[in-house]
């Protein structure tokens, strides 16, 4: 079974950075789509910045210029790099792996991030 260990959360000042780390236990990680969502409790789950097999690399608006998706294959590791947090950043923060040719999908457990006023 798939098992995806998020890390690197915490509490910042607005402004402040984080880097988030996500590492999968699976052989054919450089074969999987990576992507990381966050979640407020109470409301939907939202996709913040998505990384392919290719490194090609999409952002939600709400983060371009800021945030920073990365990977490296041969740690099996994803990397969300945070700039200039906002508290509207505060949520906790899951990685995903997926496969385009099977849909195979799998979950983190999530990191909390907080940023204060």
């Known amino acids: 079974q798939v098992q995806l260990v998020e890390s690197g959360g915490g509490l910042v000042q607005t402004g402040g950075s984080l880097r988030l780390s996500c590492v999968a236990s699976i052989w054919s990680f450089s074969t999987k789509d990576l992507s990381w969502y966050r979640q407020v409790a109470g409301k939907q789950r939202e996709l913040v910045a998505t990384?392919?097999?290719?490194?090609?690399?999409n952002y939600a608006d709400f983060v371009k210029g800021r945030f920073t998706i990365t990977r490296d294959n041969p740690k099996k590791t994803t990397y969300l790099q945070m700039n200039n947090l906002r508290p509207e950043d505060t949520a906790i923060y899951s990685c995903?792996?997926?496969?385009?040719?099977?849909?195979?999908?799998?979950w983190g457990q999530g990191t909390q991030v907080t940023v204060s006023s």
């Open positions: 990384i392919t097999t290719d490194e090609k690399s």
């Open positions: 995903k792996l997926e496969s385009k040719k099977t849909g195979y999908t799998a």
